[in-house]
């Protein structure tokens, strides 16, 4: 049911994606959420900052990047292409069933008595 959902995004969309769905991430918790290896998030993350697509802040000790309104919508510009590729929407519309399922799933698990 699954087979057509081994394609992978770029590196960059997977990683502006992360930075995206965290909302505040440091690079090592970009690299974990991606499977994308430290130093290649550790390179793009500053460039993205270049391109006006992400912010660092520190907060005390804490510290991490977010996405601006620029980089929201390179990301959905990025993500919107990458769907154009052949079998990138099925396999996207696959993965999307295949969540509604398992999360109704889920819900009625943790609602039902």
Known sequence: ML???TRTSSP???????VR??????GTAVSRRTGVDQDTVGELLPDFEAYGWVTHA?????S????????????SRKLGRELEEPG???AAE???KAFEILN??????CTDR
Not at 104 to 109: E, F, K, N, Y
């Open 64 to 75: 991490g990047w977010t996405l601006t309104e620029r980089g929201r919508d390179e990301d």
């Open 104 to 109: 109704g799933q889920l819900v009625r698990a």
């Open 58 to 62: 520190a907060f005390g000790p804490t």
């Open 3 to 5: 087979a057509a959902m």
């Open 94 to 96: 696959q993965a999307h």
């Open 88 to 90: 990138a929407r099925d």
């Open 12 to 18: 960059d969309l997977l990683v502006l994606r992360a």
């Open 21 to 26: 769905v965290s909302g505040f991430a440091d």
